[in-house]
Nanobody
């Protein structure tokens, strides 16, 4: 499966931004899709994950209540809606995929990665 993330940019603190990830390839299997982020000098961290077919989702505590993961299975697009963004949300955001139905949170549990999109939040 191939992933192409987009939608990053410069955003003011408190505003909203939506990231998209176009999914292509062998999408007829069971997949879990995830969003991760990596700030300069920090490790890549889990943001949210969703069961592509069933819709179950999991969101990291650090963004719960502000970020929402969703998907459009007809268009094969994964989304991350980011509301009330903060300067500490500044990072490169990656979409990722793994086969199966378990909502995993570690980067090494995902097999496929998009190229990343930069989100910069100004205060």
């Amino acid at each position: 499966v191939q992933l192409q993330a987009s939608g990053g940019g410069l955003v003011q603190a408190g505003d909203s931004q939506r990231l998209s990830c176009a999914v292509s390839g062998r999408t007829n299997r069971r997949y879990v899709m995830g969003w991760f982020r990596q700030a300069p000098g920090k490790e890549r961290e889990f943001v949210a994950a969703i069961d592509w077919s069933g819709g179950r989702s999991l969101t990291a505590d650090s963004v719960k209540g502000r970020f929402t993961i969703s998907r459009d299975t007809a268009k094969n697009i994964l989304y991350l809606q980011m509301n009330s963004v903060k300067p500490e949300d500044t990072a490169v955001y990656y979409c990722a995929a793994r086969e199966g139905i378990s909502l995993m949170t570690l980067p090494n549990e995902y097999d496929y990665w998009g190229q990343g999109t930069q989100v910069t939040v100004s205060s």
